[in-house]
């Protein structure tokens, strides 16, 4: 998805070349990761010249918590930004599924939060997708662990954090897997790098709870409802071990990269249910929800053809 560099980025209140935004080396940014984001997915519909640009709202309100939790001033951005995503996506010459990443970063003002002396400054990058995967992924427990609430709020969605996420990943890759699961400081099962993690164990759906550490995921939300009302099922915010991952009927993810994407092995454990019913009923919800087949799930639409 990165490797493809994009024509176009909303920039400070305009769309410019992808080249003309940038900041110093020596920026808070740069330096130090200083800078809170979104990744929201915009799927294309080509019947109707639209994209469904999913939970938007939902998205920039918690935006603008990280920017809050790391006291980052962000007076009138989220307005900025709301108006910028439709800027973004009318400018591009993508007709395929996006991936738009809000951000609002520090470029000047160390050690202060006040208004008068940070110096902020906020883009949007839109970038395609690439191709949807139907297969299962390999995962492995990462020796990496979750960043404790102590050191960084994990409900904050920062740069700055997704440092010791990509040593995590580099280390599943390096093993041959496809992804790694974090586990926090007392041993639990957390998140994957970009999703929140799923199992179904005796019929029951659990999911880490937010206590645990883990982002405050707006597809873990729609997964929940979905268990409810399409499957019957209320889903346990409790904390999980790594056997009862090992041990699991079924496990998945669910991001918005990933959507709802199945595990098939965990430290070359295979959930017991090959089939993966739940899960695969659940990630055909989800996906008919986001791509219009049955009533959108909180989308907004914005057309692009006459």
Not at 12 to 35: F, I, M
Not at 295 to 305: G, I, M, S
Request: glycine content about 6%.
């Amino acid at each position: 998805m990165y490797e493809t560099e994009p024509k176009l980025i909303w920039w400070n209140g305009e769309v410019v070349p992808w080249q003309d935004a940038q900041v110093h080396v020596a920026s808070e940014t740069a330096l130090r990761g200083l800078n809170v984001f979104e990744g929201i997915r915009g799927y294309w519909r080509p019947e109707t010249g639209q994209f469904a640009v999913i939970r938007p709202h939902e998205h920039l309100h918690r935006l603008a918590a990280s920017a809050r939790l790391l006291q980052i001033p962000h007076d009138g951005l989220i307005e900025q930004l709301a108006q910028g995503l439709g800027e973004i996506l009318h400018a591009t010459e993508l007709r395929e599924d996006v991936y738009v990443r809000p951000t609002i970063y520090v470029d000047s003002g160390r050690y202060t939060a006040r208004q008068d002396t940070v110096t902020v400054g906020a883009f949007i990058a839109c970038h395609p997708t690439g191709p949807r995967s139907d297969q299962p992924l390999s995962c492995t427990i990462s020796t990496w662990r979750r960043i404790p609430e102590l050191a960084l709020p994990p409900l904050a969605k920062t740069g700055a954090a997704y440092t010791a996420f990509r040593l995590a990943r580099l280390e599943a890759l390096q093993a041959g897997a496809d992804e790694a699961i974090l586990l926090n400081a007392d041993g639990h099962v957390t998140e994957t790098p970009g999703a929140a993690v799923f199992l179904l164990r005796d019929g029951q759906l659990i999911t880490p709870p937010l206590a645990d550490g883990i982002l405050d995921s707006i597809t873990r939300r729609t997964v929940i409802r979905l268990a409810q009302t399409e499957l019957g099922l209320t889903a346990q915010e409790r904390s999980i071990t790594r056997s009862e991952l090992y041990s699991a009927d079924e496990v998945f993810i669910a991001g918005t990269l990933d959507e709802v994407r199945l595990v098939g092995q965990i430290d070359r454990h295979a959930p017991r249910h090959r089939q993966a019913p739940v899960a695969n009923a659940l990630r055909t919800a989800y996906l008919e929800l986001c791509t219009g087949s049955r009533q959108p799930l909180d989308a907004t639409l914005v057309k692009l053809l006459p």
